[in-house]
């Protein structure tokens, strides 16, 4: 216990406050005096202290009131209270008042001293739990400026990111846009067919509780699904006659040009996949790789039957475009074969009105973005 301690001792007899004095002195304590408990509290007021000792019956200021005007300031001061003998309420009252302990008089000096010891051992442990306390609710406020600071910086950084985010997906949507346009103005049957079969394969592939990740795939493998024709030389892909078997294999390969385009851009490597089995069959007839079933990713099996409605319901130079029913009676027919059945029946239960609304709003959109357009050479679908 750090020492020495400042105690006051307060007595209306002289007699008292020298016995106390000396034996508080001698452990090695500092002692201040007062005779009565107004002048006890002026001092407290103007001093620091770490002890009272005080007797009760005193003329101007008793012991009570002196503890009464104490109030709070007694938790960091004990006080000790000399009581005269048999006065038991006294001393009640005065615990009551906050008081440490009480001594009655005539009282042996160790019975003063040993209290006196308790009493500042206690104190000592009152005051290392406040600053134990203190410290505590330092730190915990320090931390939560530090959060706040963290928390705001992160927060400048996500909208620094967000931005970056932004540009980057506009400069991927710009580049796409650019791809799409080199494939339509080629080839791509008809005009709008890369954009019309991504909003109807998302629609479809929605139904389907497909995952976002895959959406997105979906999403861009139908936009792009074509993107190898840029691969396949003129005079095969504007052929107007019929294509020899060494051209079909030429024109059979757009499928693994695209893929290899595009598997080696991150964002479209899940993309890449659906390009390269978008002419797959269910049965196991289609190409490139002639798998079958559930082997083909589920984005080209959804995708495959997106292509055939678009390009049944499409007008083309040497056709007109089939009513809706009549493209869905085919591919009804063709689940099971080309198409996978599962798909095909969620497929159809897609209402005309979506399929309708949604050719319309692909027109729309692209009507305004788009320079006249050059006239559309005859082609087929690949
Ligand atoms: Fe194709
Ligand atoms: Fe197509």
Redesign the pocket.
């Given at each position: 216990m750090p020492g020495p301690h400042h105690i006051l001792c307060v007595d209306d007899e002289p007699m008292i406050r020298e016995i106390l004095r000396e034996a508080l002195e001698q452990e090695g304590h500092r002692v201040t005096e007062a005779e009565n408990g107004k002048v006890a509290l002026d001092k407290v007021h103007s001093g620091s202290f770490d002890l009272i000792v005080t007797d009760v019956k005193m003329p101007v200021m008793d012991g009570f009131t002196l503890m009464k005007n104490l109030g709070d300031l007694t938790e960091q001061i004990p006080v000790v209270v000399i009581t005269s003998f048999g006065d038991i309420d006294v001393a009640v009252d005065a615990i009551r008042l906050g008081a440490y302990d009480y001594i009655v008089k005539p009282f042996n000096i160790s019975q003063v001293t040993i209290s006196v010891k308790r009493a500042l051992e206690r104190r000592q442990l009152l005051l290392e739990n406040i600053q134990y306390k203190k410290s505590l609710e330092h730190k915990v406020v320090e931390k939560t400026i530090d959060l706040i600071r963290k928390n705001k910086k992160l927060e400048q950084q996500a909208k620094l990111l967000e931005g970056l985010l932004r540009d980057l997906r506009e400069s991927y949507e710009a580049s796409l846009d650019a791809m799409v346009s080199a494939i339509e103005s080629r080839d791509c049957e008809t005009k709008h067919h890369c954009r019309r079969v991504q909003v109807y394969a998302v629609m479809l592939a929605q139904r389907l509780d497909v995952s976002p990740e895959q959406l997105v795939d979906i999403s861009y493998g139908s936009l792009l699904?074509?993107v190898?024709?840029i691969g396949v030389p003129d005079s095969i892909l504007l052929k107007p006659g019929k294509l020899t078997d060494a051209e079909w294999q030429v024109m059979r390969r757009?499928?693994i040009i695209?893929h290899q385009m595009l598997s080696k851009i991150k964002f479209l490597r899940g993309a890449s996949d659906i390009v390269l089995h978008?002419?797959e069959r269910w049965d196991g007839g289609g190409y490139p790789h002639g798998i079958a079933g559930e082997e083909i990713p589920l984005g080209a099996r959804i995708f495959s039957i997106i292509?055939t409605y678009d390009a049944m319901t499409s007008k083309r130079p040497y056709k007109e475009a089939l009513p809706i029913a009549t493209a869905r009676a085919e591919i009804e027919r063709c689940a099971g074969t080309q198409f996978d059945p599962r798909i095909v029946k969620e497929f159809l239960r897609i209402v005309d009105e979506d399929l309708i609304e949604a050719r319309a709003h692909v027109e729309s959109e692209t009507a305004m973005s788009e320079p006249p357009a050059a006239p559309t050479e005859p082609v087929r679908?690949?």
């Open positions: 699904h074509d190898g024709k757009h499928t695209g978008h002419h292509d679908t690949f």
